[in-house]
């Protein structure tokens, strides 16, 4: 989840929303890339899910990682709750799932690099407390009950609104891990063809990165139950977003979508105030029943964007939001699948010309059905396997256009980030398929194996 934005003066009129997000348009030699994970942490003996403060605890972990690594603390009333460090940020999901933000990097060699150095400490501090971390798209044998619920004052709100929007809110704040990169466009039409790329595409990446074959120690008959929860948490803000495909989209259509999504807070002098189900066109005109007479920031406008969860956003930068959480090959594959269609035209060209001709009921039914049968899932009459290899191979073109070199030029570009998802559709077998394969064959059931055997 993001933190509180800041930095923002006052809206001085109604053009300054769209205003902040095309103030993101930069010209491609700077565009970057920012990687987040989330990851599981759990009592190596038990299996249990770490709590927040104790001897063996993530207090512990992120105290460990504040005084060994050099990472300075970010506190919200008195609560260490997350890090920062050279443009990248550890953050607190809600049940406790250890998330980094990733700084703006230029290559993925840079990303797979900072994976590495964050995985290494980690589980440096783990090993000390007898903690370990996991990569998986949901929790697979923890209960709800067994979750704690993190001390930031915006979680709190949420948890109480997700029992009136849907029926998964809480399931996905405590149970569920992703992994996402966020990518920079140049302009509003390159934002827009790169957003319906994005859209209409994520179901592949679901597919390809589907891990969350268990929810409360069962088979639960999704490859992805991460992205079945996110389907029924609140249809106001998630989903597949229609509106994008349409003529004249741009930042002035997204502005009016957010501005339609209901509140959950504003953030003043540290406090996270009650807002729920309250209007930001209300906010605007100074008339939020939360702060009356009021009226909005730019930060309070940045926040309220963060607190907006389709398949695909923006802010002033897209993020890519369709993956489940993973081993650690897959923290440098996500980033490089997305790059290879994003940062070369004639990539991004092609990646288009293959789901142009997908209205948004096949969309829909897509996003649905990759979340259930993973590749086997089905297109405009194709196999979304074949689709995947066909996207693979425009990535992989895109990424050698790219030509970025690694390890000092011995490396000529990035496609070598892509052999996890190429293994994957020569095989046929995303990762929620090995873990059934496991589970029905040599771990005989029991799921208990799965920490000892897919752990960092």
């Known amino acids: 989840m993001s933190i509180p934005q800041s930095g923002g003066g006052p809206i001085e009129r109604y053009e300054d929303l769209a205003g902040l997000l095309e103030a993101g348009c930069k010209p491609a030699g700077d565009w970057r890339i920012g990687t987040e994970h989330e990851k599981f942490g759990y009592c190596l003996d038990t299996h249990a899910p770490l709590p927040y403060a104790g001897d063996r605890s993530i207090h512990h972990m992120l105290s460990g990682l504040r005084d060994r690594f050099g990472w300075q603390p970010v506190e919200e009333a008195g609560k260490l709750i997350g890090l920062v460090k050279g443009g990248a940020n550890i953050s607190l999901e809600p049940g406790g799932q250890l998330e980094l933000s990733g700084a703006p990097l230029e290559t993925i060699h840079e990303t797979c690099d900072e994976v590495n150095s964050h995985l290494a400490e980690v589980k440096a501090v783990g090993d000390e407390i007898g903690a370990g971390f996991i990569g998986l798209g949901a929790a697979p044998d923890w209960l709800h009950e067994d979750m704690p619920l993190m001390p930031k004052g915006r979680y709190k709100l949420m948890d109480g ?51 969350s074959p268990f929810f409360e120690g069962k088979v639960n008959g999704h490859k992805s139950w991460r992205s079945r929860v996110w389907r029924d948490l609140d249809a106001d803000r998630t989903g597949m977003l229609p509106f994008v495909f349409e003529d004249g989209f741009g930042f002035e259509a997204y502005v009016d979508y957010a501005l339609d999504v209901p509140m959950y807070f504003v953030y003043r002098d540290g406090v996270y105030v009650d807002a729920l189900g309250q209007s930001f066109r209300d906010f605007l005109k100074g008339e939020l029943p939360a702060l009356p007479g009021e009226k909005p920031t730019l ?10 969860f389709p398949e695909a956003r923006i802010k002033q930068f897209m993020e890519m939001r369709g993956a489940d959480g993973g081993p650690w090959r897959r923290l440098c594959a996500l980033p490089a699948f997305w790059v290879g269609l994003m940062y070369d035209q004639g990539a991004l060209n092609a990646a288009w010309d293959v789901c142009r001709g997908w209205d948004a009921e096949t969309r829909a039914r897509l996003h649905v059905d990759a979340s259930v049968k993973g590749l086997e899932a089905e297109v405009d009459g194709r196999n979304l396997r074949d689709v995947a290899r066909d996207v693979l191979g425009i990535a992989d073109a895109g990424l050698r256009a790219r030509g970025r070199a690694g390890a000092g030029g011995l490396i000529p570009d990035e496609t070598h980030f892509l052999n996890a998802l190429q293994e994957t559709v020569e095989s046929g077998m995303t990762p929620a398929d090995e873990l059934l394969a496991k589970y029905h064959g040599e771990w005989g059931g029991d799921l208990s194996r799965i920490y000892a055997e897919y752990s960092y």
């Open 299 to 308: 930060s309070d406008w940045a926040d309220h964007l963060t607190t907006i």
């Open 161 to 211: 609104y997700m029992q009136k929007v849907g029926t998964m809110g809480r399931v996905m704040m405590r149970r569920t891990c992703t992994v996402q990169v966020n990518l920079d466009f140049g302009s509003e039409a390159d934002m827009v063809q790169k957003f319906r790329v994005a859209l209409a595409l994520q179901p592949v990446a679901t597919a390809l990165f589907a891990n």
